[in-house]
């Protein structure tokens, strides 16, 4: 990729479970509310994986993808993300720790909605770039009991992914 084409800012989205190829439904929103948030030019690539049960197959490619980003566009900041099985696949990504400390410097922030490993607390080295939402009664992320919480329309229209998408503005 030339310089010219390489964005200020791609978002490296891994989509929820069963959603069809690109970013899925809360992906699309939280690109668009970055967008919304800042003049910078943001691209966007959707994680290329099975999202059935695969997401470790998931953690490779946004590994593989930040890696490639980092020798081709390397002024380009990177957001790290995913909804449900594909916040899975960023937090293992983040947790497996396989980027060199050169590649983890193009990672400006880290975005998880629904992820079921909420509990152990962000990975050491993107806790301070790292924010984790999990809507109200979301059993997978949280203590709740509602399954209807961790459907898209929850965090879709909850105001958790406006928030997000401040938290990495202010990153940029």
Not at 68 to 78: E, F, G, I, L, Q
Request: glycine share 12%; net charge neutral; proline share 5%.
């Amino acid at each position: 990729m030339a310089a010219a084409q390489c964005p200020d800012v791609e978002v490296v989205f891994a989509r929820g479970r069963q959603e069809p190829p690109g970013v899925g439904a809360v992906g699309d929103v939280f690109v668009n509310a970055l967008r919304s948030k800042t003049p910078l030019s943001v691209g966007v690539y959707g994680v290329n994986y099975v999202a059935d049960t695969d997401a470790a197959a998931g953690a490779t490619d946004i590994r593989m993808r930040v890696q490639s980003m980092a020798k081709t566009c390397p002024n380009t900041r990177m957001v790290l993300g995913g909804y449900s099985l594909g916040a899975t696949a960023a937090d293992l990504m983040t947790r497996a720790n396989r980027l060199s400390s050169s590649e983890r410097q193009h990672v400006a922030a880290v975005v998880m909605f629904g992820n079921g490993g909420k509990r152990l607390g962000p990975a050491p080295a993107y806790a301070d770039r790292t924010i984790d939402q999990c809507a109200d009664g979301d059993p997978i992320c949280g203590r709740g009991f509602n399954w209807d919480s961790h459907l898209q329309p929850s965090y879709i229209g909850s105001g958790l992914i406006d928030q997000a998408a401040s938290y990495v503005a202010g990153r940029l």
